[in-house]
């Protein structure tokens, strides 16, 4: 018996999901790192890296494990512990404002997937 040829033909079907999944799983989660930069001027990126720094004052390390929130704003930037008013080798931090952006808080490790991370 022979086989009758077919014009191959496609189809469009519309894709409509039948389910839905939430996507919660990094809700209320939070960042820890070590507030642990030099002592120095301490300066950030509020555009990005290699846009003009924001100075922001004197910094002192308070060496205190803080926690915030992975949707908190953070900044590269740098403590100008030379004084010479830019950037140089070994000065790079990432800084946190606080939750209000007025408690600046800086760390060397310039690594987020580094840090430990933690559901408030």
Known sequence: MKRRYERPSAYIEEFTPNEYVAACGDKNKVYKFECNAPEGKLYYYPNGRGKR??????????????????????????????????????EAVIVWRGPWHN??????????????????
């Open 53 to 90: 720094a924001k100075k922001l004052g004197s910094y002192h390390p308070c060496q205190a494990k803080h926690e915030a929130s992975t949707d908190d704003d953070f900044y590269d930037g740098f403590v100008d512990y030379i004084r010479n008013g830019r950037e140089d080798e070994g």
């Open 103 to 120: 408690d600046d808080h800086a760390t060397m490790n310039l690594n987020k997937n580094e840090w430990d991370t933690n559901k408030s």
